[in-house]
């Protein structure tokens, strides 16, 4: 009995570990830049991406909304 509990707990406890993954995303963001010289001034539009890895979608929609970011898995 005690090891019928031992071996239906592992299981389930492995389960919730892997449940809990987390997924990699690469996120870009455009940033507007003014570029001041002598003779002119512009906007011109920087992109930088980052890999970013969360268990959490909620984490990931917040980023995109906090940082205008776009996030695809990868």
């Given amino acids: ?8 707990l592992t299981i389930l406890a492995s389960g919730l570990i892997f449940t809990s993954c987390s997924k ?9 830049v003014e570029v001041i010289t002598p003779d002119t001034n ?4 920087e992109t930088s991406s980052e890999d970013y890895c969360s ?8 980023k995109e909304a906090d940082e205008g ?6």
Avoid: L, P
């Avoid at 009995?1 to 239906?8: D, N």
């Fill in 1 to 8: 009995m005690k090891k019928t509990t031992f071996t239906v």
């Fill in 24 to 32: 990699c995303y690469e996120c870009t963001t455009e940033h507007e």
């Fill in 42 to 45: 512009y906007v011109t539009v």
């Fill in 55 to 62: 268990s959490s979608s909620e984490e990931v929609a917040q």
């Fill in 69 to 74: 970011a776009v996030c695809t898995v990868i």
